[in-house]
């Protein structure tokens, strides 16, 4: 079993930045980042790789968000540029046996919220 502990997000004015960071118990193959916004079905935002040598992100935030991982620490971190009110949402760490948005995720975190005002 592993638990993940999200930190971070807050409020930031659109174009602001912020980051997310997860803590995790023990180490999956991959590691990554969901989000659920008022009313909509969570998405996929972005996940690594173990090695931290392949990465991928949803369409929707290609260019301004970038996610990392520390081995060391056990930590997977999404900074996140350029932010858009469409980005505020509950942001979930999820681990497991995939980098892809279909998964599969065996571990989720509780959630961190970032909002975004215009």
């Known amino acids: 079993q592993v638990q993940l502990v999200e930190s971070g997000g807050g409020l930031v004015q659109a174009g602001g930045s912020l980051i997310v960071s997860c803590a995790a118990s023990?180490?999956?193959?991959?590691m990554g980042w969901f989000r659920q916004a008022p009313g909509k079905e969570r998405e996929f935002v972005a996940a690594?790789?173990?090695?931290?040598?392949?990465?991928n992100y949803a369409d929707s935030v290609k260019g301004r968000f970038t996610i990392s991982r520390d081995n060391a620490k056990n930590t997977v971190s999404l900074q996140m540029n350029r932010l858009k009110p469409e980005d505020t949402a509950v942001y979930y760490c999820?681990?497991?046996?995939?980098?892809?948005?279909?998964?599969?995720?065996?571990?989720w975190g509780q959630g961190t919220q970032v909002t975004v005002s215009s």
């Open positions: 999820a681990a497991g046996r995939a980098i892809t948005a279909a998964g599969p995720y065996d571990y």
């Open positions: 023990g180490r999956t193959l991959g």
């Open positions: 690594i790789i173990w090695s931290g040598g392949r990465a």
